[in-house]
């Protein structure tokens, strides 16, 4: 079967790439175009190391087929940061230790990003909930839980 031509936005940069019918939005952001930001853990999307915002909404990656993005507005970690600069979920990440191997760390700062965006101001109720579908075997989860509050306080511009 042919490969098919995807032109979509990834991280507000019009993109275009070759993929497989049956090839994954996951596979293709990594093999096709590079992005090794999002991780896969579990293919299933159990999960969450592969999030990414689709048009505005939080999905997994695995779970989506690459010819789906044809025209979609798509997110990853690597749309983070500012050149040089961290997002505050980054810095804050850094700053709590609310990461160790790595490997879900990506998927819980997409997911944390698309909670913010709708929610500039959430309770911990509300992140656990948002966060709910990221898994974590390494840190636990209050230092990230209080990295994100933290990075929503300092994106309200509230004094540290």
């Known amino acids: 079967m042919p490969k098919?031509?995807?032109?979509?936005?990834?991280?507000?940069?019009?993109a275009e790439f070759l993929a497989e019918p049956h090839q994954t939005l996951l596979d293709a952001l990594r093999n096709e175009l590079g992005l090794t930001g999002t991780k896969e853990g579990c293919g299933t999307g159990d999960c969450g190391a592969c999030s990414v915002t689709f048009d505005g909404q939080l999905?997994?990656?695995?779970?989506?087929l690459a010819a789906e993005a044809e025209?979609?507005?798509?997110?990853?970690?690597?749309?983070?940061?500012?050149?040089?600069?961290?997002?505050?979920?980054?810095?804050?990440?850094l700053e709590h230790a609310a990461l160790q191997c790595g490997v879900c760390t990506p998927g819980f700062l997409v997911a944390a990003k698309a909670l913010l965006d709708r929610n500039p101001d959430p309770d911990e109720r509300t992140v656990r909930y948002a966060l709910a579908g990221n898994l974590c075997r390494c840190t636990g989860y209050d230092k990230i839980i209080r990295a994100v509050l933290d990075a929503a306080a300092e994106l309200r511009g509230e004094p540290a």
Not at 59 to 64: D, E, H, P
């Open 71 to 93: 025209g979609a507005r798509i997110g990853t970690v690597e749309g983070l940061a500012s050149g040089e600069a961290l997002h505050p979920l980054q810095q804050k990440f």
């Open 59 to 64: 999905v997994c990656s695995c779970l989506v």
């Open 4 to 14: 098919l031509h995807i032109r979509t936005e990834i991280n507000g940069e019009p």
